[in-house]
């Protein structure tokens, strides 16, 4: 399982801490609101990923687990 950062857009105000605290995984748009890569958080930047979340002033922002993908037609 790999851990990634989600963002709830319906919560986020756009603040854009999230992109100074992590700008190798979030980046923002035109607007100001975050764009959170797909990629996985890195085990070394998951202790910044963790800050990143506990300091979003709106709490949009969760660390998810996910399962690894598997290739097509691989046996479950």
Do not use: K
Request: aromatic fraction near 4%; charged fraction near 25%.
């Amino acid at each position: 399982m790999s851990r990634h950062i989600r963002v709830n857009p319906i919560l986020c105000d756009g603040f854009g801490q999230c992109a100074e605290l992590l700008p190798e995984l979030i980046e923002l748009d035109e607007w100001g609101y975050p764009i959170v890569s797909e990629a996985p958080v890195p085990a070394s930047l998951e202790a910044e990923a963790r800050q990143a979340i506990a300091l979003c002033p709106r709490l949009a922002l969760t660390l998810e687990r996910r399962r690894a993908a598997q290739p097509l037609g691989a046996a479950r």
